[in-house]
T-cell receptor, first 115, second 110 residues
Framework: EPEVTQTPSHQVTQMGQEVILRCVPI?????FYWYRQILGQKVEFLVS????????KSEIFDDQFSVERPDGSNFTLKIRSTKLEDSAMYFC?????????????FGSGTRLTVV | KNEVEQSPQNLTAQEGEFITINCSYS?????LHWLQQHPGGGIVSLFM???GKKKHGRLIATINIQEKHSSLHITASHPRDSAVYIC????????????FGGGTRVLVKP
C-alpha cells in the first residue's frame, strides 16, 4: 500500500537553528499538508499546499515557517529559527483530491526536540 | 470555532469486549475521519465518513449529521487494538484542513 514517508524520524536541534523536515507524499496525490502535535495536546493544522503554493495556513504558521516542493517528489517544512515551543511531532499528509475525497494518508511523523 | 470533543478520554477493556468511542462536533462538516495513533506516534487513517455507516473488519464507524455525532465501535476487542483513536473533521466552510479531537486512549487487556 502506498505510504507517505517522512525523514528524519527524530531530530534534536539547538534553539535558534534552522531545521528542514522532509516528506515524500504518495505519487499521484496533489494536495499536501503539515500538522503538528505538541506532547499531550491535540493535533493542529499548520499548512496545506497545492499547485506549488500555499492554499491555507493557520495562525501557527508564521514567518518562521515555510514549505516547499523543490522537485517532483519531496515536500519540505522549514523552521528558520527554532524555539523551545517548536518541540513537537510533525506529521506530513497527502490527499488525492482537494477535500480529501479519497481520504488522507499520514506519514509516521518527525519528532522534533529543540534544546 | 469548531470544537471536536471525544469521550471517553481513556478506556480500559478486557479482550473480547465491545468498545464504543464517541465524537461530537459543533459546526457543519463535509467529512469526518477516524484515525488510529500507535505508541510510536504514527497516524493511520481508519475511516472517512460523510453519512451513514462504514465497516472494516472488527471496526464500525457511524455518523449522524443532524446530531453532529459519530461513534467508532470495536467488536471482539484484542490487545493489538490498544492505541489512541482520534476523530477529525473537515468543516464545510474551512477548506481542506482537519480539526482534531483530543483522542481516546484505549487499552485492551488480555
Amino acid at each position: 500500500e502506498p505510504e507517505v514517508t517522512q525523514t528524519p524520524s527524530h531530530q534534536v536541534t539547538q534553539m535558534g537553528q534552522e531545521v528542514i523536515l522532509r516528506c515524500v507524499p504518495i505519487s499521484n496525490h496533489l494536495y499536501f499538508y503539515w500538522y503538528r502535535q505538541i506532547l499531550g495536546q491535540k493535533v493542529e493544522f499548520l499548512v496545506s499546499f497545492y499547485n506549488n503554493e500555499i492554499s491555507e495556513k493557520s495562525e501557527i504558521f508564521d514567518d518562521q515557517f515555510s514549505v516547499e516542493r523543490p522537485d517532483g517528489s519531496n515536500f519540505t517544512l522549514k523552521i528558520r529559527s527554532t524555539k523551545l515551543e517548536d518541540s513537537a511531532m510533525y506529521f506530513c499528509a497527502s490527499s488525492q483530491s482537494p477535500r480529501g475525497g479519497y481520504g488522507y494518508t499520514f506519514g509516521s511523523g518527525t519528532r522534533l526536540t529543540v534544546v | 470555532k469548531n470544537e471536536v470533543e471525544q469521550s471517553p478520554q481513556n478506556l480500559t477493556a478486557q479482550e473480547g469486549e465491545f468498545i464504543t468511542i464517541n465524537c461530537s462536533y459543533s459546526v457543519g462538516i463535509s467529512a469526518l475521519h477516524w484515525l488510529q495513533q500507535h505508541p510510536g506516534g504514527g497516524i493511520v487513517s481508519l475511516f472517512m465518513l460523510s453519512s451513514g455507516k462504514k465497516k472494516h473488519g472488527r471496526l464500525i464507524a457511524t455518523i449522524n449529521i443532524q446530531e453532529k455525532h459519530s461513534s467508532l465501535h470495536i467488536t471482539a476487542s484484542h490487545p493489538r487494538d490498544s492505541a489512541v483513536y482520534i476523530c477529525a473533521v473537515r468543516e464545510q466552510a474551512a477548506g481542506n484542513k482537519l480539526t482534531f479531537g483530543g483522542g481516546t486512549r484505549v487499552l485492551v487487556k488480555p
